[in-house]
């Protein structure tokens, strides 16, 4: 049993009382990789934002749910060193899918673990996401639950249409499940394709897709239920346009790719969502990147070379995101 406390982590209980008061967001990232997480850690530690390490099953089974822990244990130690005294950093699993999966985690030092049993009937989700809580809390581990579903591609479960969280639930799954946060569905979803081009008008003037927007009502109503509760957003990528036309620009292929503008984002901060998911973003900084590297310059073999802009690349959207979308910066 590793303690998450004797790591320098912390779990996101004071955070996001913190950020449902202040009413701003924290970002939460996902990272697979060192480039990844020096980005993430270089950009907290900057803005002087809390920031949330969030651990996949993709991430899992690419880099090592063991190394991925030291690695994040490793950057509490290098936030001390970039000059951030106190860092408040939360390692996080991210789309947790069983109970023996939650437990290794919290056993192993997560500081907070998400349940996403969402694609279950209901009384099956309160079920299991009470038993991961019930556990979790043992240790002090802060638990994420979801009620209602994604559109799109929820790690490896697949839901053709969204189904929004319905606000007359809420109230009885987080007294029943004990969670301490609920991530809801509101119009978000995964990945880089978020609407289909027929959900979406065309700007006449960039002939950009706009997404039709979040439901507002839903989550305003969600909040009624549950006043002061942190709300958590996933799928919450705005996939920038500037880094699709670079990808598609240096041999890569995106068409149509669209996410949830940066101001919905915004405004969603400034409520009860306490914590917005951001993965795909990262993944376009970083492949924008490195596609532009080597197509500029295609005797380079040092991956230092393209991996060292790719990390540049992230580090600045990471900062876009805290300073201008979230307003978590100075927060920690
Ligand atoms: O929620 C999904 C995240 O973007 C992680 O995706 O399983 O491909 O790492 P992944
Ligand atoms: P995006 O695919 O929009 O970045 O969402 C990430 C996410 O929700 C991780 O749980
Ligand atoms: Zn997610």
């Known amino acids: 049993m590793v303690s998450y ?11 996001f009382a913190k950020a449902v008061k ?19 850690i270089q950009a907290a530690a900057e803005t ?3 920031v949330i390490l969030q651990v996949s099953k993709g991430a899992r089974n690419y880099a090592n749910q063991t190394l991925l822990r030291y690695m994040a244990q490793g950057a509490v130690e290098y ?4 000059g951030w ?16 999966l939650c437990k290794s985690c919290v056993d192993f030092g997560f500081s907070s673990v998400m349940i996403d049993a969402s694609s279950k ?12 809580a019930e556990y979790a809390h043992k240790y002090d581990v802060t638990v994420e639950a979801e009620l209602g579903v994604l559109a799109g591609v929820e790690d490896e479960v697949s839901a053709e249409e969204s189904h929004y969280t319905r606000p007359e639930e809420v109230i009885d799954f987080s007294k029943r499940t004990g969670c301490d946060s609920l991530a809801i569905s509101v119009g978000t979803s995964h990945g880089a394709y978020k609407f289909r081009p027929e959900q979406c008008t065309r700007d006449p003037k960039t002939g950009r897709l706009v997404p039709p927007p979040l439901a507002f009502d839903v989550l305003h109503e969600i909040e009624k239920k549950l006043p002061g509760f942190p709300i958590v957003l996933h799928g919450s990528s705005s996939v920038p346009q500037e880094y699709v036309d670079i990808i598609n620009a ?7 790719a669209v996410g949830i503008p940066e101001e919905q984002l915004r405004e969603a901060s400034r409520s009860a969502v306490c914590k917005i998911n951001i993965d795909s973003d990262s993944r376009l900084a970083m492949t924008a ?4 590297t080597l197509n500029d310059k295609p005797g380079e073999f040092d991956p230092r070379k393209y991996l060292g802009p790719a990390r540049d690349e992230m580090k600045k959207l990471y900062i876009h995101k805290i300073v201008d979308v979230l307003g978590s910066d100075g927060k920690a």
């Open 289 to 292: 990147a490195i596609r532009k």
């Open 250 to 256: 240096n041999g890569g292929h995106l068409p149509d």
């Open 48 to 50: 002087k934002s809390p």
């Open 85 to 100: 005294e106190n860092p408040q950093i939360c390692l996080h699993l991210d789309h947790g899918d069983s109970f023996e």
């Open 121 to 132: 009937p209901y009384e099956e989700n309160i079920e299991l996401s009470r038993r991961v």
């Open 79 to 82: 936030a001390k060193e970039l």
């Open 22 to 40: 202040g009413g701003y967001a924290i970002p939460a990232f996902n990272f697979n990789n060192m480039e990844q997480l020096q980005a993430i």
């Open 5 to 15: 406390k004797d790591l320098g982590l912390v779990n996101t209980r004071e955070m």
